[in-house]
């Protein structure tokens, strides 16, 4: 798996490459009816996923990593490097989405592994993430991975009752 930073060029994200990622978010559909995000989980447009991109990117130290396996899109990670809250010193994994015709194939765990990677290489000692508590599958997959509950929360923008998950990330 190659993962590789999402970089809008002249401000605009390429129009082929958010047409894969609109194709990922789609597959999703289950997901996307757990979390609200886009009004028709059905009918979810290249105009919406692209907002909702523009959305992560705007915020400081974010960044989203497409992955691609045999030249194929099969997930995202949007990641944070630093929360907003500044008593919170670990950096967040806001979004993990693996395209759903390839869930159960190793991706998930690939590209949370590469990211964690990433986050130990920058001198980082743990990661966190927050799952809606309303999607179990998630949460299993996220302990599966080594982390571990912290706490019960909102989330941020929509007070979404959520799962706050750490992992350590030693060097």
Known sequence: M?????????GALPGPVLTEIAALYATNRAFFELSGDFPDP?????????????????QDGSEVLLARSAGR??????????????ADPDPWIGL???DATAHREGHGSTLARLVEDRF???????VRLAVL???????????????????????????????????????
């Open 2 to 10: 190659i993962i590789q930073p999402l970089v809008p060029v002249d």
């Open 96 to 98: 993990l989405l693996i």
């Open 120 to 126: 130990r290489t920058a001198g980082r000692t743990g």
């Open 133 to 171: 508590e309303n999607n179990p599958r998630a949460l299993a997959f996220w302990q599966a991975q080594g982390y571990t509950l912290l706490r019960h929360a909102e989330d941020r923008a929509r007070a979404r009752p959520c799962l706050v998950l750490r992992k350590p990330l030693p060097a």
């Open 73 to 86: 899109l099969v997930g995202l990670a949007a990641t944070l490097a630093q929360h907003p809250d500044p």
């Open 42 to 58: 059905a009918r979810i447009t290249v105009e919406q996923v692209a907002a909702a991109l523009a959305d992560e990117l705007a």
